[in-house]
């Protein structure tokens, strides 16, 4: 299919045009931002086929996070590092990639036996850009020879841009959020600590145990009544209150 029919009238650039913009300033997730711009990709450029990657702040990873052909195990565990692959160069060198046909006869190519993807002819790679810094990349793939046009380079280098802004936005929002739970998960671990040193203490005094013997108790116990030990801990807890309670009040 020839892209010069998918953007030669004006009303089909200004609907290109308006979706961007719809989409970047909507509150979807980033899976759903990902997802937008694989169908963007696909409406601009027929493609057999769209990945994309991004790079991934703690490692300094390219990253598979999308596709349009379901790749669910291979999300988030297919990596490049910058300079790698195809893929790589465009982030290296931060410049676009065509590859009208055999394209994994270009030296640069790095072939993945899980892609089916990198056994097809032609091969796009376009940077995603936010604030003149890439953060990822979109590749699109044809399963047969397909010359891309400036046009069609054009416009994916435009999405590759406009959009990239709006997935950095996501991705920061993602990020904090593991933040946040990693923070919440960190609490709620001291406290669990917490609460495990007290109901030891309780049972090294209540039985005359050395710590070592009392955590053992402790542990031996979760795992027969197959309870957190947490959750045993804070009943040993309330017994020893209730029974002090009622010391007292006698």
Known sequence: MATASLVEPPTSQVALLHRVSNIVSSEVSLDEMLGEIVGL??????????LVYLIERESNEIVLRASQVPHQVDLGNIRLKVGEGVTGWVVEHRSVVALPANASADRRFKKFQALVEDTY??????????GGEIIGV????????????PDEVALLTFIGEQMGGAIA????????????????EMRRQLETRKVVERAKGILQHR????????????R????????????LAEAIILSEDLSRKSETLH
């Open 138 to 149: 979109i590749n699109v793939h044809h399963r047969e020879m397909h010359e891309h046009t």
């Open 207 to 218: 039985h005359g145990l050395t710590e070592e013997e009392a955590y053992l108790r402790l």
């Open 169 to 184: 936005k996501s991705v920061l929002a993602e990020e904090n959020a593991r933040l946040m739970e990693e923070t919440a």
């Open 41 to 50: 990709t696909v409406q601009v450029t027929a493609c057999d086929a769209c």
């Open 121 to 130: 002819e032609a091969f796009l790679s376009v940077p995603l850009v936010s």
């Open 220 to 231: 031996n116990e979760s795992r027969r009544l197959r309870r957190p030990m947490r959750e």
